[in-house]
């Protein structure tokens, strides 16, 4: 009797992997059929002629054989034929030869070999599906934010448990340099990559990569994940400075001053995360002078001239702009060239007149703001530069009437005239 609950346990020990594996009640039955039949099949030298039913909620399961009855003295192949006597003796009395003879199976009888057989094909079978599980979740979850606890830490990579205890791995290479964990500390990462070689699935997860910055400001800033606004680029020099381009979708929203927060309360948590990563939050514009500008913000540009084919930019500053625009240790031009996706050259704008050169923001007493803002967008940032350009450049490229341009022109002339 002892040997005949056997069977039914191994159901019960299957539930309490699908509650730890979380496997589903289609699969959990599939993989307990398949494991069933996969040591019946070496049992009996097949499985084609054996049914076997499953009711995981009640914890039984049935296995009948069909053999087809022959005479008697004539079974050549007892795994799939039975005598004409032994069928009858089966509760089988009006059976004749030729026909089909059901036979119930108690596995539990095969003894404790057969016990264990079918508990190691079954374990082996819970954990290829575990495995492919954990493979598909983080599959999907690539460029995802994850949360792990610091397990182990070695000379190259930190090993982290997630809430489920799936191993996630971080390279040295995709830490910000800085970062030191403790055992036990909690960790936030993006999943970078999953491989599943000879299914064993690898999560690897990195701090460096730019959609961890992406994340943590949707994070931090609800009028990110609601969709209000939207993030166009990202450049970052992981543990030194981050340049992130945002725009709105509602005109109501400032999306500069949303990601930033009162006094910075939303960028600090951002940039504490990031080891004290400076991040510089500029407005996104489809208008790539503009866009290069405001990438090498806070210096200011005199002119700029662009080759859009070959993604190159020559950009002319004061001597004074030049190491503003160039940054400690050039990240600031080398952040705005990977932001805008343009080659960036600085140049001295050394000729004499511009030094007497004036801003084009000090005219708004008598050029309408726009206008201004149209004269910016093609390049010219001083009154010098916009006398420089001819008359029909200035009308084509900034799409503005001839009467504003003269008006422009005039207004600037003037104030060098004085």
Excluded at 139 to 156: C, F, N
Excluded at 186 to 206: F, G, H, L
Aim: aromatic residues 6%; hydrophobic residues 40%; negative net charge.
């Amino acid at each position: 009797m002892a040997k005949k609950e056997e069977a039914p346990n191994m159901v019960e020990r299957f539930a309490e992997f699908k509650e730890l594996k979380n496997i589903d009640k289609a699969t959990m039955i599939s993989v307990l059929e398949e494991s069933f039949r996969n040591v019946l099949a070496k049992m009996f030298g097949t499985d084609e002629n054996l049914d076997v039913i499953l009711n995981p909620d009640k914890g039984d399961v049935q296995i009948f054989q069909n053999l087809t009855v022959v005479p008697d003295g004539e079974v050549h192949d007892p795994n799939m034929e039975i005598s004409l006597s032994d069928a009858r003796a089966d509760q089988d009395p009006d059976v004749e030869i030729g026909e089909e003879h059901t036979k119930e199976i108690i596995f539990a009888d095969f003894g404790r070999r057969a016990i264990l057989n079918l508990r190691q094909t079954l374990q082996s079978k819970i954990l290829d599906l575990h495995k492919e599980s954990v493979y598909n979740k983080f599959k999907e979850l690539e460029g995802d934010l994850v949360t792990g606890e610091v397990y182990q830490t070695w000379s190259r990579e930190t090993l982290l448990l997630d809430d489920e205890k799936n191993e996630l791995l971080l390279p040295k290479s995709e830490a910000i340099p800085g970062d030191f964990f403790r055992k036990g500390e909690t960790v936030r990462a993006v999943v970078a990559n999953v491989d599943n070689k000879n299914n064993n699935p690898k999560i690897t997860v990195s701090r460096t990569n730019e959609n961890f910055l992406r994340r943590l400001f949707e994070l931090e800033v609800p009028e990110i994940h609601d969709g209000l606004i939207n993030i166009r680029a990202v450049a970052r020099i992981p543990g030194e400075r981050a340049k992130i381009a945002v725009e709105s979708y509602d005109d109501r929203i400032d999306p500069v001053g949303a990601c930033v927060g009162v006094k910075g309360s939303r960028i600090h948590g951002i940039v504490r995360e990031l080891r004290n990563e400076n991040i510089d939050v500029i407005n996104y514009t489809s208008n790539p002078s503009l866009f290069i500008q405001r990438a090498l913000s806070p210096a200011k540009i005199s002119s700029i001239r662009l080759d859009e084919e070959a993604h190159r930019a020559e950009v002319f500053l004061r001597p004074e702009e030049v190491s503003q625009a160039i940054g400690k240790n050039g990240l600031n031009i080398k952040l705005a060239s990977m932001l805008t996706g343009y080659v960036i050259d600085v140049y001295r704008d050394t000729e004499e007149p511009d030094i007497d050169d004036i801003y084009l923001d000090e005219f708004k007493d008598e050029i309408d703001g726009w206008v201004i803002d149209a004269l910016k967008n093609i390049g010219c940032v001083t009154a010098k530069a916009v006398l420089a350009m001819p008359r029909q450049t200035l009308v084509d490229k900034a799409d503005l009437e001839e009467d504003t341009v003269d008006h422009v022109i005039e207004v600037l002339k003037a104030e060098f005239e004085d």
